[in-house]
Each structure stands twice: as C-alpha cells, then as structure tokens.
C-alpha cells in the first residue's frame, strides 16, 4: 500500500492542476434575480446539463459559465425558495437575465416545462452534489418511487435489481436486515460497505464492528446511492464504496402532507407506514411510524418491527440552515436455525429449533448544518452518535440435526454499542488560470465503543436475555467480556480539474488515523462425561493497535458528447479488523489470533450514457485486489469434525465486467400537452450482467492457492420488464446466479453435520408487481418467487444459524396507499 509523506502528495496534487488546457469556445455570462423587484438572488445553482455542472450566483446574482460549444444550451436555473426552472439559451451573446419567482407568492401567470417521463427506476450521481465530489466515479442511484415493486418488505431482491454485480443474502421475508455484497465483498449485514442514512453512519461501530442491523424503510427513502470502492477518500477506507440511504424531506409547499400505506400478505405479514410531512414558515418536518410483524415462511419464524423517524429543519437565513434528525428501531425475531443438506432436499419449510430468538434496539441521532459562506463556498457540519443494542439467544450445536430439548441451556450474546463522530466539509468552486475547479476539504473525528458479553442463557422456549451460571446441561462451555473501543481522525481532500470542456481528472488523498483496542476475558469451562465442570481455565487479553496511514486516488473523466462519458478511477483501500475477527465464541468456526488488516486497491474503467426518455447504460470493467485478505476455510478437529477457521487466506484478485441497460420501447410523447391524442402505453425493459473472474493469487494454505475466492458467483444476471397503461404499471423481474463457494478451499462436500461447508449451488428467482394510482388513491400487489423455487443464499457459521438458511418460497401481498 502507498504510503507518501504529506509534502509529496500535495506536490502531486500541484502537479495534476497545471495540465494544459484547450481554449474554451463561449462563455455563458448573466444574472439570476427575483421576479418581483429585481433583487439579486445569491447563491443560487445554474446548472448546464451539456457539461453537467452547476456554478453559484455571487453577491450580486452574477455567473460565468465557460467551456461551451455554440449553439444552443439547456440550463436549469434553482435556488432555495424559489420556483426552479429550465430554459434554453443560444450562444454565443452578450448575457442572460433569469428571474426566479419565490414559492410563497401567487404565481399570476403559470409556465409549464414539459420534458419526456421516464420509468427508469435508476439514475447515477452528479459530479458535485451538495459537498461531496462523485466526478469519474461509479455511481448508481435507485429512486425507490419510480419502482414497481414490493417496498413493504424492503424485499431487496426488487429494489436492489438494477446495480450489477450484487450478492444478496436474504435472511428472511420481513426484510428487517439488509445483507449485501458485491466483487467478492461478505454481504452479511452490508459489512463491507460503508452503511449511512443521510450521509452519517448507522452501523453498530465503523472500525470494530461495522455491521448494520437497522435498515430504513424503504417506503421512507428518497433515493439510495451507491458509489463503489473509489468512495474510500470522502466516506472511509472499505472496500465496498458507500451506501447511502437518502430519506424523504419536508414538503416544501404545504403545511401537512399525509401518506398511509397499510399492506398485507401471506404468512401473517403485516406492514403499517405512516408519515406527516410540511414546512410552516421557515421550520420544516418529516415524520413517519411504522409497524411491522410476520410469522415467516417457515416455523419459528415470527418477528415484530417498531421503527420511528423525525426530520425537523429550520431555515435561519438565506444562507444558513440546520436540522436534527431521530431515529428508533426495535425487533424482536425468532429464528428457525439452519439445516443440513439432506434436511433441506427433503423439507426446506422444516425447523427444529423452537428456542432461537434475536433482538435489536437501535437509537440513531443527528444534528446538521449548511452554510453558503458565498456563492461559491459551502459548509456541512454534522454531528452524529448511536445508543444500540443487540442481543442473540439460542441453541446452535455444530450438529444441526440434532433435537432441542428444553431443559438445555443456551448460548447468549449481549452486544452494547455506543459511537459517536463529528463530520465537516468545505466544498469551493474557482477558477484558476481561466478554468474551473471544485476543491473537497474533509474531516472526521469518531469514537466507537463496543461491549459484547457471550455466555450461558437460561433454558426453556421464550426470549430471557438474561446470563445465568453455567451448569451440566449447558449448550456452550465458554465466557468471555470484551470492550473495545476504537478511535478515527482522519482528514481527506478532493479536488475536479477540468482540463478543457471534455476532459477533467480528479486526484484525492486521505489521511487515516485508526486505534483499536481490545480488553477483556476469556473462561473455558471443561466438563467430565456426566456434564460436571471440572476445571475453568480464564484468559484476560489486552490488544492495543494504533496506525496511520495515507491513502491516494484518482479518477478520470471524458465527456466526448453532451450524454455520454468515459469514466476511470482507481483508489486504495484498507479495511481494519473487527473485533468479531479477533474474538467470538462458536462451535462450527475457529478463528486465528493472529488475523492482520487487509489492504488493497480498487479501480474500475467504463462508458455510461443515456438519450433521454429512451435509454440509459453503463458498461465498465473492475478490478479489486486484496492483500491479507480474511477468509474462512474447512479444517478439521480431533474427532474428524469440519469446522471452519478464519484467518489471512492470502491475495486475492478479482476481475469482472459489469453491464446495465434500461430501454423506454413504448417512450412517452416529447410533448405531451401537444399530443393529447398519443397512445397511454408505456414500456420499458433493463437488464443487468456481472461476469466475474476470481483467484487467490497467492497463500500460506496450499489447498488455496489458485482456488476462487468465496461469494463470487461467475455470473449474476439480473432483467426484468415493466409494462403501464394509464394509471396501471406492472412489472416483471428475473435473477439468476451461478455457483458460488461459501469458504476458501472450493470444498463441495455436502455431507457436513454442521452444514456450513459446501457450495452454494445455482439459483434462479421471478418476482411480479402490479400498481393502480389514481389521484389520492393507490393499490399495489406483488408475488414473490413467483414459481416458488427452492434456494439457498447462505451457509451460515453462527447466528441465525449455523447451517443452510432457505430462502422464502410465493408469498403474495396487497397495499393500500392514500396521500392526502
């Protein structure tokens, strides 16, 4: 991994700024004022879609634009308080006056800008979007509004289908917990992304335990953004890029807005989303309550889901904003344990663990602020912190098949998180040397800390999450207490120098500071053949890690044409071990003292485009390489038991292309009001590949070395259709994955008692949704799995399992919305 003195990555980024630049052909010059009156309008966007970058207005409602061809050019002109709208200018000329009407006064003469409706239900992030930079980046942005599709149980196999290349774990119908990957990544739990709501983390500890177990309401998400590895700068160092839910804002032109949605569905399936949404003078709010409870696809499957948000903003002045944000989620989940392979070829609906419960309160808090120092300047400070807990409790003996009795004890885990961080950013737009610039200037402070007890539950059926003293009939012989509290600074800086009107390239440097600690104890309690403790031998473990580091990138851009851009971008990242990876008591996986960090880069090369209400794509190449990277492999203990061992497996590269489509085959009419008479179908089609190519280049394990790296299937297909009539839209989705290996040594044995070593074989999935909207009204109805396929994601080493997780098999469910 690089790692470059301070004064010499300034020295590059000085280097990169003084390239050589073709002389830009017009220059788009004017004002942007209030209609009434003429005041200057300051800091509002003028957006110029041929070069998909907006400038602000300075103190006196003036801007330049330079780089433009002749001709004619689409702008669209915002600001906060204002009616937004588009025009198009001819170039070149002297200046433009644009005036902005605010939303408050009558509007006495209305004008109505048609532009082609599209159902896309993706798009991909702008290179400044408020202040963070995305230039020459991989991005996917998925409008959940757009979907049709089962949001009611964020069912992610719907609305995650347009971003190639992910690996979806689906551990269960109620979709409580998010779980994926994607290049190789471990999906559980989205661990490998880094997991934000509004820009600011909701995992349970960025560096020690970065797992997230709340995942937003899809019926409250605005947009979800996903950006990949070359997100390390700005967000982090993981491997995975960002993901960023974007919640809904306040209605900005109405004092109280209300959405209900009430679905049912098959299994007890019961979902309650309501929100109240407006804005009162200069304070604005979001609100929303949901409720949610199932019994699950199979027994012992039951959960109950509690989830509340407020979103309250106030607009000091023009210029300066704030907000606080709170959230609140708990469930309670019972868990019907994993199977064996025979178990899941002869009944996969079967379970035989009635005493399996998980349970999940998760407090998130934020506070905000955006300053627009000038017209070219702005601020975003942030402030966040978590108070979570998460508690596990259950019977899972490495032999699955083995009966449950209740008078045995069982294993219980107790997981405290609290974290807290502060955010800033300095986003500026310049000129130098006659050209446009965008600097990122960055800084983050965060502490985690994380207290996980694992022991001795009591025995019988119901969720007591509460530890007992061991005894003869217990599930686990081990104890152990551990804190760990971790702590990041990091700085990190960004910067887009456009090089001409086509070109720009974006160099990055980030400076991690990461310290990690682990204290606690250890006790191994061994037992005689009656079950009688006999000796308790206690370890007390201090580990104290602190490092810094700098990470580097770059990313290049090439707009050859208004709607299409060669992008490339290639970034370090590092990922710090967990305190999952160092300590964790179960009795199918073993995991080596002596893990190290893993290190590695990611970098990805592609051509993206659209014609507007027509098609939009993005084809790129990737590459991830890691060095010690952790994984798990089958081993076996004394009496010729398979286990699992987790440990540094060794260097891993993975290669693959990824392509996505989405086709209007029956576009709208370009201009509606012109054709009334124009037929009211619509019809669209996309589709999604990942071809991926996986190898350990090098490792300490022989029986590794050339072997494919685990969770990565060689093929992920993903394609669907959505067909619309009037106010009727219904859809049809299809997923296929190939092979893919759950650990490191390709071990295809289906015979394991504990089920955790084996492929995960070929699976194939249909979902189906319809819509009907009208004015204040809409119902929906979806069929999940429509051919009611038997399929597996996961081979699970501990919780929920272990063994073989099934996925659901049809399930059907009917919404009823009203917003009024």
């Given amino acids: 991994m690089m790692r470059l003195p301070v004064y010499k990555a300034l020295l590059l980024l000085f280097l990169l700024s003084s390239g050589f630049a073709a002389h830009a052909q017009e220059i788009l010059r004017g004002r942007v004022q209030v209609a009434s009156g003429g005041q200057p309008v300051v800091g509002g966007e003028v957006f110029v879609r041929s070069l998909n970058r907006a400038v602000l207005t300075d103190s006196t409602g003036r801007f330049e634009v330079s780089g433009l061809a002749a001709g004619p050019q689409s702008v669209l002109v915002s600001a906060l308080g204002y009616l937004p709208f588009s025009i198009t200018v001819t170039l070149p000329a002297d200046g433009f006056s644009f005036e902005l009407t605010r939303r408050d006064q009558t509007t006495l003469k209305e004008v109505v800008v048609a532009a082609p409706q599209t159902t896309f239900g993706q798009t991909r992030l702008r290179e400044v979007e408020g202040t963070a930079i995305f230039a020459a980046k991989k991005s996917e942005v998925i409008v959940p509004e757009n979907l049709v599709a089962n949001l009611a149980t964020n069912n992610a196999r719907q609305v995650y289908a347009r971003v190639p290349g992910l690996n979806i774990w689906e551990n269960d119908g109620g979709g409580l917990q998010l779980s994926i990957g994607g290049r190789g990544l471990d999906p559980n739990r989205t661990s490998n992304f880094n997991v934000r709501q509004n820009n600011y983390d909701i995992s349970a500890d960025a560096l020690g335990y970065p797992e997230s177990y709340y995942t937003p309401p899809t019926e409250a998400v605005k947009r979800i953004q996903l950006v990949r590895g070359a997100a390390s700068l700005q967000y982090g160092t993981q491997f995975g890029g960002l993901l960023n839910f974007e919640m809904r804002s306040p209605e900005p032109d109405r004092k109280a807005a209300v959405t209900s949605r009430q679905t049912v569905g098959s299994f007890g399936f019961f979902n309650s989303f309501n929100s109240v949404s407006g804005t009162v003078g200069k304070l604005s709010y979001y609100t929303f309550a949901q409720y949610k409870r199932g019994n699950g696809w199979r027994p012992n499957s039951q959960y109950e889901s509690k989830t509340a948000y407020a979103d309250v903003r106030y607009q000091f002045t023009e210029n300066l904003k704030a907000g606080v944000q709170v959230t609140h989620m708990d469930y309670l989940a019972q868990q019907p344990g994993g199977l064996n392979d025979a178990q899941f070829r002869q ?236 300590q964790i008591v179960n009795p199918s996986s073993v995991i080596d003292p002596n893990l190290q960090d893993e290190t590695g880069f990611s970098a990805d090369l592609g051509l993206r485009g659209e014609t507007p209400g027509v098609l939009t794509y993005d084809v790129s190449l990737f590459a991830l390489n890691y060095n010690n990277r952790i994984g798990e492999i089958t081993q076996y203990d004394a009496f010729d038991n398979p286990f699992r061992r987790r440990l540094n497996v060794g260097q891993a590269l993975i290669v693959g292309l990824e392509a996505y489509g989405e086709a209007e085959l029956l576009p709208p009419p370009p201009d509606p009001a012109a054709t009334p008479a124009a037929p009211r179908w619509q019809w669209s089609a996309f589709g999604n590949v990942a071809l991926i190519r996986s190898q350990y280049l090098r490792s300490v394990l022989p029986l590794v070395e050339g072997n494919q790296v685990e969770f990565v299937p060689a093929i992920n297909l993903k394609t669907g259709t959505r067909v619309g009539y009037g106010p009727v839209k219904a859809s049809l989705q299809f997923l296929y994955l190939s092979q893919q290996f759950a650990e490191a040594t390709n071990d295809e044995s289906t015979t394991s008692p504990s089920a955790v070593i084996g492929p995960i074989p070929a699976y194939q999935v249909f979902d189906a949704s319809v819509s009907w909207e009208r004015r204040w009204l809409k119902l929906e109805g979806s069929v999940n799995n429509l051919l009611d396929a038997r399929y597996f994601t996961r081979r699970a080493t501990g919780y929920p399992g272990p063994g073989i997780l099934p996925s659901d098999g049809r399930s059907y469910f009917l919404t009823v919305g009203v917003k009024l």
Wanted: charged share 25%.
């Fill in 347 to 582: 009944d996969a609906r079967q379970s035989n663990r009635a005493r399996n419960w998980f349970a999940v309160d998760w407090n998130l808090f934020n506070v905000n602020a955006d300053w627009k120092l000038n017209a070219r300047s702005n601020v975003n400070l942030m402030a966040f912190g978590l108070v979570a807990a998460r508690q596990s409790l259950g019977f899972r003996p490495n032999v699955v098949s083995r009966p449950d009795e209740d008078y045995i004890g069982r294993d219980l885990i107790d997981g405290a998180f609290r974290n807290y961080g502060l955010e800033a950013r300095f986003l500026n737009r310049y000129q130098l040397a006659g050209k446009d610039g965008v600097l990122l200037l960055g800084t983050r402070l965060y502490r985690g800390t994380t207290h996980s007890i694992q022991g001795f539950g009591p025995a019988g059926r119901g969720a007591d999450f509460r530890f007992v003293e061991p005894d003869k009939f217990a599930s686990t012989r081990n104890y152990s207490d551990y804190r760990f509290p971790n702590q990041n600074v990091a700085v990190f800086a960004e910067n887009i120098f456009y090089l001409s009107d086509k070109v720009s390239i974006t160099p990055g440097v980030r400076y991690e500071y990461i310290r990690t600690q682990a204290d606690g104890v250890l006790d191994a309690v061994f037992r005689d053949l009656a079950g009688n403790i006999t000796q308790i031998n206690r370890q007390n473990e201090n580990r104290l890690n602190p490092r810094g580091f700098l990470l580097g990138g770059l990313g290049l851009s090439y707009k050859p044409s208004e709607r299409r851009e060669l992008y490339a971008n290639l970034s370090q990242n590092y990922r710090s071990i967990t305190f999952s990876d160092m």
